[in-house]
């Protein structure tokens, strides 16, 4: 019966997902050598988020491959260079070894993609926003309807209350 507790405990769901804390982590360790049940059900976890995570996968764009190809290509091509050919007569006259940078070098990349990058975190904060929305959208509903309905039987009894009177 513990295993079911610490199963429904939620420290699998966090474990998996990256969130568990060291001392979470090397509990779940003991528990998992311990409990073939609780090991067992990790297992499934796992394969679940594996599911999960490839029915949500983005294919990258169909050029992307090509423009790996032909950086290996290029790089595969690319002549060999003598080291000697760059040296400076200023390294060569202080007989020193170590690379001598003119500045930072950056790195030009390019995308086609027009999808935001975001945090772990935050994917989680926009999925809870977007429950709660559907949430309060249900329950605002149910009150609107319960409140009309409500208004209904305001009508009919004002109305009984008419012909009670007359």
Known sequence: MIQQQYIDSGILEAYVTGSATEAEVQELLYMKAKYPEVNFALQQLELD??????????????????????????????????????????EDNNHRNFNHHSGPHFIEV???????????????????????????LGCAIYFYLENRQAQQQI???KTELRQFKK
């Open 110 to 136: 390019e995308s086609e993609s027009s999808h935001m990058k975001l945090h772990k975190s935050w994917k989680w904060v926009f999925a809870a926003v977007f429950v709660l929305g559907k949430i309060f």
């Open 49 to 90: 988020m594996e599911h999960i995570a490839r029915q949500m996968a983005l294919s990258p764009p169909e050029s992307t491959w090509d423009k790996i190809s032909d950086t290996i290509d290029e790089l595969i091509l690319r002549p060999e260079l003598d080291p000697e050919q760059f040296k400076t007569d200023r």
């Open 155 to 157: 009508n009919e009894l």
